[in-house]
DNA sequence: AGGCCAGAATCGTTGGGCAA
DNA sequence: TTGCCCAACGATTCTGGCCT
């Protein structure tokens, strides 16, 4: 949960930054300007600036352990302007807004009176102050897909590369180990509706379309007509499934077709994670038993960032092995 | 002590407005 | 036009009092 929430926090922090409110004193002590260039290097340079501080908070890094630029988020994805050629004043940010094209960077800038402001530095080099500055820059307006390459390397940086297997060769008996099923042997479906259309819906909907991508699976959607044509925009692989019953059922009747495992989850689930606990016998509807469980697992670096593909293998895995009766029905704690 | 709740405080986002 | 701040608002987190 907490690590969920880390999630989020950073998805929302992708643009915070502006409101370093600094008294006039402070300001003065600073250098008094009341504006600076992106030029300008700020007095004391650039490492002691208020700016390199925010990059570092925002990465949860000391100030002295500054990932170079092209590793922080911020860094221009493909083409985009030279890291090298950008403003002294302006940092690589550690964080990336959701709808960010690839060729855009996102910065932290020092402004003259001594607080900070999050600018996009454009293809050509231009410095934007507005979402609605990049939209002209670029010369329409941008979507959650114009960011999902940004979303990956955010999803992977929790989701390291090899993580499932680590989880499952950690996480299973060798008997369980040999049901493992292959990703393709799962039909993946997000129910979903009305989340397509508003940039702040698409967010949470990208969310998950790059958590399966990164482990290299595309979920199918199943979503309300109306949507259809936004959800495919967005370049998803969207069918129309009708209200939520109808839909469940769709997916199931799919998957059977196709001879696989169905998995079915929500749109907008910003993490899977494992927690190794122990087993909770009478939780009821008192949840403090587990939540201390949980927490304690937290602490104790038992909670293991994992992909769907992960959870559904682990799941399949599990209900394969057991002795008759088998379970047929799996699921997580939401 | 720990849980719960509501109100307070703070955080995060957005876009307008204004000064240089 | 560029650079900066801020109001406004919704969301989240904190806090303190009350209850079990």
């Given at each position: 949960q907490k690590v969920v929430k880390k999630v989020t926090k950073s998805l929302r922090q992708?643009?915070?930054?502006?409101?370093?409110t600094r008294t006039a004193a402070s300001a003065k002590a600073y250098g008094g300007a009341a504006v600076a260039s992106p030029w300008a290097v700020p007095k004391g340079g650039i490492k002691k600036s208020p700016a390199w501080q925010l990059v570092a908070d925002r990465i949860g890094v000391h100030p002295s352990k500054m990932p170079p630029p092209e590793k922080r988020?911020?860094?221009?994805?493909?083409?985009?302007?030279p890291i090298k050629k950008?403003?002294?004043?302006?940092l690589v940010d550690g964080e990336r807004v959701?709808?960010?094209?690839?060729?855009f960077g996102q910065g932290v800038k020092n402004t003259g009176p001594g607080g900070t402001y999050i600018v996009w530095v454009g293809p050509e080099g231009r410095i934007h102050y507005h979402r609605h500055e990049v939209e002209r820059d670029l010369g329409r307006p941008v979507t959650a897909l114009d960011g999902i390459n940004g979303l990956f390397k955010k999803v992977q940086a929790w989701v390291k590369p090899g993580a499932d297997a680590r989880f499952l060769a950690r996480k299973l008996s060798r008997a369980e180990r040999k049901?493992?099923?292959?990703?393709?042997d799962f039909h993946f479906a997000v129910v979903s509706a009305r989340?397509?259309?508003?940039l702040d819906g698409q967010q949470g909907v990208m969310l998950v379309e790059a958590q399966f991508r990164s482990a290299g699976v595309r979920p199918t959607w199943y979503v309300d007509a109306p949507s259809l044509a936004a959800y495919r925009a967005l370049s998803l692989d969207a069918k129309v499934g009708g209200k939520l019953t109808p839909a469940r059922n769709l997916a199931l009747e799919d998957a059977a077709k196709m001879g696989k495992l169905c998995v079915q989850v929500s749109d907008d689930i910003s993490l899977w994670e494992y927690y190794d606990i122990p087993k909770m016998e009478n939780c009821g509807n008192d949840f403090t038993q587990c939540n201390a469980a949980v927490r304690e697992a937290d602490d104790a670096g038992q909670a293991i960032a994992i992909s769907p593909v992960g959870a559904a293998q682990f799941m399949a895995a599990k209900m394969r092995a057991a002795?008759?009766?088998?379970?047929?029905l799996a699921g997580v704690f939401p």
């Open positions: 992708a643009k915070r930054g502006t409101n370093d988020l911020g860094a221009p994805i493909k083409g985009g302007y950008w403003p002294a004043n302006v959701f709808w960010l094209p690839d060729n049901h493992v099923p292959p990703a393709e989340r397509a259309d508003t002795v008759e009766p088998r379970p047929r």
